[in-house]
């Protein structure tokens, strides 16, 4: 955590960020249910009535956290490369990255059983992960359209496996490497 030269806990958009981090934390230690405000603040070392003043409702804060979490995949698909070269590094970065961080899936996994039962958080969750969709939906279809998928490949489909696998991977972090290779194998021609 920073801290000022008092030993004080930063300010300003600093402490935002702060307790999101913190509150990213608590979600990854002890999840969804006993995230409270509270444990937050005194994670950060300020007063529970002060994280109002940046985040007016858990779920604020909350949000706060699923878009710093989404914010982690963004630079995982590259630009350049064939669709194949890039669908396949992306699978290799989050296999790396579920070995890597496994914290970071902790914590998306209690959102996404959370949002099971939280419409809002469904909602805002949804949102986030429609430019992976759409963006594994427009690699695959150029894949198919350069005759790299195994045939009866439906773009749209095999979008929806690739989340569900990685997901799926994320619960047994051990094998993600392996789960994700094998599916790469499953959906590309060799």
Not at 34 to 43: E, F, G, K, M
Not at 72 to 93: D, I, M, W
Not at 131 to 149: H, K
Not at 165 to 190: F, N, P, Y
Request: glycine letters at 6%; proline letters at 6%; charged letters at 25%.
């Amino acid at each position: 955590m920073a801290t000022t030269r008092r030993g004080r806990p930063p300010a300003g958009p600093e402490r935002r960020n702060t307790l999101v981090l913190a509150a990213y934390q608590c979600l990854a230690e002890d999840g969804f249910e006993r995230l409270r405000l509270r444990d937050v603040a005194t994670r950060v070392g300020i007063d529970h009535s002060s994280i109002h003043h940046h985040f007016p409702t858990k779920q604020d804060l909350v949000v706060a956290v699923v878009d710093h979490a989404t914010q982690q995949f963004r630079s995982t698909t590259p630009p350049e490369g064939s669709p194949v070269e890039r669908l396949r590094q992306h699978l290799a970065t989050l296999g790396r990255r579920i070995v890597d961080e496994p914290e970071l899936h902790i914590v998306l996994r209690e959102l996404d059983l959370r949002a099971r039962r939280d419409p809002e958080l469904r909602e805002i969750i949804t949102s986030h992960e429609e430019g992976w969709r759409n963006s594994l939906r427009a690699l695959l279809t150029d894949a198919a359209a350069a005759g790299a998928l195994v045939p009866g490949v439906d773009p749209t489909t095999g979008a929806e496996l690739i989340i569900a696998t990685v997901k799926g991977a994320s619960l047994a972090s051990g094998h993600a490497d392996d789960v994700l290779e094998l599916l790469e194998q499953l959906l590309i021609r060799a």
